[in-house]
């Protein structure tokens, strides 16, 4: 048997009694092992993430099927057979830490590529659209989705008054209020990247994409009235037992790939959140296989820890000019930094598994120098400065060109400035959706959003219901007689 520590190694004697003036005395200010058991303690917990604070994740391998050598670098997409050690987080969005694994809410699906040529994070959701379409609004979307400030209370109303003043937001409302809108688990869903991304090649030649991660386990669904008997943390439950008994989960890999020169002139815009890439202009195309076959050794270290961010790209995959996009790729990092620390990057399941070498150095919970050199003497020319450039080549880490991006487009006449898109066409793809519905999917649609709805004032019902009558008449009859029985009860 080991023998019980401090935090810095020395034995403890006793940890049931702390030490005190005879048995009915007060405790003396020697307690120096209770007093580190208590701050400790008071410490343990990092703040919550704001958005998808309460979720699982698990360890696995990504293996290629089909090779992109043609459209990109990255090192981990060229031979068939490859695998790459993943690392998967699901969540829930809106809640927090205690809230129910089966709220109606889209999940979070965030994938870690712990490639050759550093971390390839694939950060989406359950969904292959989003609410919005432009960043500015993100704070303001949340705030609404979140519990009302006053009361501290769900409050329904609050949500869609937002969406009342933002179409952008209808298709994927329509999702969520559908009978997709609550999984029964995390192996019974699909992911998307949801953005668009892109991948380049050796020969600067940019196309732009999209990722599907499709689950093989199908889709399963629950209803409201079901989900609220489940248990709050059934969906984790799920996937650790599954795990467990070696029931590994997986999904099959897909792309939609498209052009520059197509998306200069495709009816839809490619870069907007708010609208897929229809499957017959740009079919999926299989690339591999995403499995899940180990737990996590310890909760908070990893899964709480973990940290996914769409900046950490890997030569051959790139960004694009999707507006939310680009402002995750400061808003994540950022946010990582505040609820971590700036060494995130140092814990192990953020850790790349390929050499790191760069200039960051000190920091709150650093680990030590990350590049080679550092323990050399003072002044020595074998020294790793913390600065670059240098003039120790032969020690010290260099930019590499050759992986240098092509510059992203600029369309021709662009100008800068506010481009007001509250004329953009947000009505065609929910309508489409809404007609490949059968009859007891739009019931279950009409009835989830009249729930809501309901508790809303009659100037927010005529404005959704005006939305829904856009993306086609029978969206709005159906959630008007829903509206009409709900208020009847």
């Known amino acids: 048997m080991s023998t019980l520590t401090t935090s810095a190694g020395a034995p403890v004697p006793d940890d049931n009694n702390s030490i005190s003036v005879g048995p009915r005395g007060p405790l003396t200010f020697d307690n120096h092992y209770l007093f580190e058991k208590l701050a400790h ?8 993430r704001v958005v998808h ?38 969540s829930t969005v809106g809640g927090g830490q205690d809230s129910s694994d089966f709220a109606r809410d889209p999940r979070g699906f965030a994938i870690k590529f712990y490639t050759r040529e550093g971390n390839f ?33 769900p409050n329904p109303a609050n949500a869609y008054e937002f969406w009342a003043n933002h179409p952008q937001s209808l298709h994927q409302m329509t999702i969520l209020m559908s009978d997709r809108g ?37 889709i399963k669904t629950v209803t409201a009235d079901e989900a609220a008997k489940l248990p709050a943390h059934g969906a984790q439950q799920d996937l650790v037992d599954a795990i467990a008994r070696r029931e590994f989960p997986s999904w099959t ?10 998306a200069r002139t495709y009816n839809i815009n490619p870069f907007d959140l708010t609208k897929v890439w229809p499957h017959r202009d740009y079919p999926l195309i ?19 820890q973990a940290a996914f961010a769409p900046s950490n790209l890997v030569p051959g995959i790139g960004a694009s000019p999707d507006k939310m996009l680009q402002a995750r790729l400061l808003a994540y990092q950022d946010a990582h ?40 003497a003072a002044g020595s020319l074998n020294q790793v400065p913390n600065f670059y450039p240098n003039d120790r080549a032969g020690v010290s880490p260099a930019p590499a060109p050759q992986y240098a991006q092509p510059p992203l487009p600029v369309l021709e006449d662009a100008w800068v400035g506010y481009h007001d898109q509250s004329e953009e066409d947000y009505y065609s793809q929910p309508g489409a959706l809404f007609r490949l519905m059968s009859p007891n999917q739009k019931q279950q649609l009409f009835n989830n959003i009249a729930g809501g709805l309901s508790q809303a004032n009659a100037s927010i019902q005529e404005r959704m219901l005006a939305q829904f009558a856009k993306a086609d008449p029978n969206y709005a009859a159906g959630v008007k007689a829903a509206l009409d029985a709900a208020s009847n009860q």
């Open 41 to 48: 303690f008071n410490r343990e917990r990092i703040p919550e």
């Open 182 to 218: 609550i999984p029964v688990s995390y192996r019974h869903m699909h992911g998307f990247s949801s953005h668009t991304l892109s991948l380049w090649n050796d020969q600067d030649k940019r196309v732009w994409v999209k990722w599907h991660i499709k689950s093989n386990q199908g």
């Open 337 to 376: 930094r505040y609820r971590i620390g700036v060494n995130a990057n140092q814990l192990p399941v953020n850790a790349a598994h390929c050499p790191v070498h760069h200039y960051q150095r000190d920091g709150a919970m650093a680990a030590g120098c990350p590049v080679t050199g550092h323990g050399a």
């Open 286 to 304: 299989e690339i591999g296989q995403l499995e899940l076959n180990r737990n996590v050794d310890n909760y908070f270290a990893e899964t709480e």
């Open 53 to 90: 604070a309460r979720g699982t994740g698990a360890y696995g391998t990504f293996t290629l099927t089909k090779s992109l050598s043609n459209f990109t670098i990255a090192n981990f997409l060229q031979q068939v057979g490859d695998k790459t050690e993943v690392f998967v987080r699901f």
């Open 253 to 262: 890999v897909k792309v939609q790939i498209m052009t520059e020169a197509e």
């Open 121 to 153: 994070d694939l950060v989406g959701n359950n969904t292959p659209v989003f609410f919005l379409n432009d960043p500015i609004k993100f704070p303001d979307f949340i705030h609404s989705q979140k519990k009302d400030p006053q009361t501290n209370l």
